[in-house]
């Protein structure tokens, strides 16, 4: 094969005898040149082969993908005995080629104007997965800048994709001081470099977006305890009460709470759901029980509480965001309980196996700012069951698609009759579990119960009222 004429002129240097730093490669091509006419073909092969030893070695130690970049465009100026080689990629928008790495390129030639792809048919075809030659970047129509070109003593262009799984993501670039041509051996050569380069390219994204999707796992788990942080820490004592609540999310964050709020010797207790999941619901999930906690201090009248709460969320929420909530408070000395339902699912009241859904209210939270809420009143007795839950309890599903639905919320909440509320809540997610087995529960669900002491003495006169 005859070498360009750059090529010819550059000779083997050895080190004299009694020096170190050959390399075993090094040695092998020397001894092979002495004793083989082809020597300077062989020597170039071995080089070729050196060069993607080199960069397949920095590929597999992951090194930064900068100093890999820098080493590719080198190497390959060096190996293929070039003036110049530069890596472009394509920005995000597929629009324009980044110079990401250069090998002797001065400053004003990389600044001399952008390379759009729409605009130069020499990237674009190598984009397409064509190797391109130019023989003479002063005369060839195709060239963009061919001034600039001259100025820079750039004759010569061998360009090849990177490309990884059929989609390229930039070109390598090689550049002569002369006219020359490239036999087939360098073209494979180049190709060679390009694609261990699209490979550096992807996995050093892959390993970006690995890292990243890691910090958000952090932020959601700091979020989720943030949340955490928000529900209650410990269950009320406040006899002849026995109250417990639970909380199974189905992600990270979620948008079910549940609150008590401490009223002057009263109780106030709160279960809301808020639409979606994620971020999004657990910001606004955040927003309602703020909100509700402020005016609850303040207003004595339940339904009063809600219409603030509403006012509030419909001017801070989206059309398709809305909370559907459930807010009453209990009496300890005269066992009465004053409540609001806001699109809320029905609390159970289990009394003597009779159930008592509480469903007054209004609409929804969220959505009409001029709703007006009622508020329901009910004197409870003792051995009363109040179970209060959000809709991930009815709508948790087995693999046949069948919602549990409330017919079996309401034989679990019987079948706990003489259990404690912390009983009561085990028992009633334990049916949830056996009936949808192994199949995942994609809603958040919470659970509070309350018992009422049998024990509990009822104020004289005081039976079952609704108003």
């Known amino acids: 094969m005859t070498l360009p004429e750059d090529s010819r002129s550059r000779q083997p240097v050895r080190p004299a005898d009694g020096e170190a730093g050959a390399s075993p490669t090094e040695s092998v091509a020397g001894v092979v040149e002495d004793l083989s006419p082809t020597a300077v073909e062989l020597r170039q092969k071995v080089e070729q082969l050196n060069t993607l030893f080199q960069l397949s070695t920095l590929l597999a130690a992951q090194h930064d993908t900068q100093r890999l970049l820098d080493t ?11 003036k110049s080689a530069s ?17 002797n390129l001065s400053e004003q030639y990389l600044n001399k104007g952008p390379i759009l792809v729409e605009r130069s048919v020499l990237y674009s075809r190598t984009l397409d997965g064509q190797v391109i030659y130019v023989r003479d970047m002063a005369t060839d129509p195709r060239v963009l800048y061919p001034q600039d ?27 002569t001081g002369q006219e020359r041509h490239f036999s087939e051996s360098e073209v494979d050569l180049l190709t060679a470099i390009a694609q261990l380069m699209a490979t550096a390219i992807a996995n050093a994204r892959l390993s970006a977006e690995q890292i990243e999707h890691q910090q958000t796992l952090r932020q959601l788990k700091m979020a989720a305890a943030v949340q955490r942080r ?6 009320p004592k406040m006899p002849p009460f026995d109250i417990f609540a639970r909380f199974d999310p189905s992600y990270e964050l979620s948008g079910d709470f549940y609150d008590f709020i401490h009223l002057k010797g009263h109780l106030g207790i709160a279960v809301g759901d808020v639409v979606g999941k994620g971020i999004a619901a657990s910001l606004l999930m955040a927003s309602v029980r703020s909100a509700l906690r402020a005016y609850a201090q303040d207003l004595y009248d339940l339904d009063e509480v809600i219409s603030r709460v509403n006012v509030a969320m419909t001017r801070e929420t989206l059309d398709n965001e809305f909370v559907t909530l459930f807010y009453g408070v209990v009496d300890p000395a005269t066992l009465r309980m004053t409540y609001c339902n806001a699109g809320h699912e029905p609390p159970l009241l289990l009394r003597r196996e009779k159930i008592i859904r509480l469903e007054e209210g209004g609409m929804i939270v969220g959505v009409d700012e001029s709703q007006a809420y009622e508020k329901g009143v009910i004197d409870l007795e003792p051995a009363d069951k109040l179970l209060i839950y959000t809709d991930g309890l009815t709508e948790a599903r087995h693999f046949g698609g069948e919602f549990f639905g409330r017919q079996r919320i309401d034989a679990a909440l019987r079948d706990s009759v003489g259990k404690s509320a912390s009983d009561t809540v085990s028992h009633v997610f334990w049916e949830m ?19 009422v002491d049998p024990a509990a003495t009822m104020p004289s006169g005081q039976g079952e009222t609704a108003t």
């Open 72 to 82: 590719a465009a080198r190497r390959a100026a060096e190996v293929m005995q070039v």
């Open 87 to 103: 890596i472009r990629l394509l920005s995000e928008d597929g629009t324009e080629l980044l110079t990401e790495a250069v090998y």
């Open 149 to 175: 070109a001259q100025r820079e003593g750039l004759v010569s262009i061998l360009s090849a994709p990177m490309i990884f799984q059929s989609c390229s993501v930039g070109v390598i670039r090689l550049y």
């Open 230 to 235: 928000m529900l209650p820490a410990s269950m």
């Open 433 to 451: 579990r056996r009936f949808i087995g192994l199949n995942r529960n994609l809603d958040d669900t919470t659970i509070v119960a309350l018992n």
